[in-house]
Nanobody, 120 residues
């Protein structure tokens, strides 16, 4: 009922930039929060940044000052601008969207993930 599709990953050199996009579609009544998470090999999935409908934003300490999350409510899309990338930012980045369906039930759905590799 809800589709979450990420795009924009790739290979970038240290110090470079990438912008990720995540589009949400389906039988949606509202999107309360949209967030980016990442999972590096051998590690647990961790929060990178989240933005609510307020909008209120929250970032992990490891990306504060380098990453910016923003949402376009007209397109049900969230973006993650990543600057000053470091090798330790290498991971699969996942988008999550949460809210309510038109029938009233809550949802929280994930995208398939997009690979970000920071390497020289």
């Amino acid at each position: 009922q809800v589709q979450v599709v990420e795009s924009g990953g790739g290979l970038v050199q240290p110090g470079g930039s990438l912008r990720l996009s995540c589009a949400v579609s389906g039988d949606i009544f509202s999107i309360t929060a949209m967030g980016w998470y990442r999972q590096a090999p051998g590690k647990q999935r961790e929060l990178v940044a989240v933005i609510t409908s307020g909008p209120i934003t929250n970032y992990s300490d490891s990306v504060k000052g380098r990453f910016t999350i923003a949402r376009d409510n007209t397109r049900n899309t969230v973006y993650l601008q990543m600057n000053s990338l470091k090798p330790e930012d290498t991971a699969i980045y996942y988008c999550n969207a949460a809210g309510r369906l038109r029938v009233g039930a809550p949802y929280s759905d994930w995208g398939q993930g997009t690979q970000v590799t920071v390497s020289s």
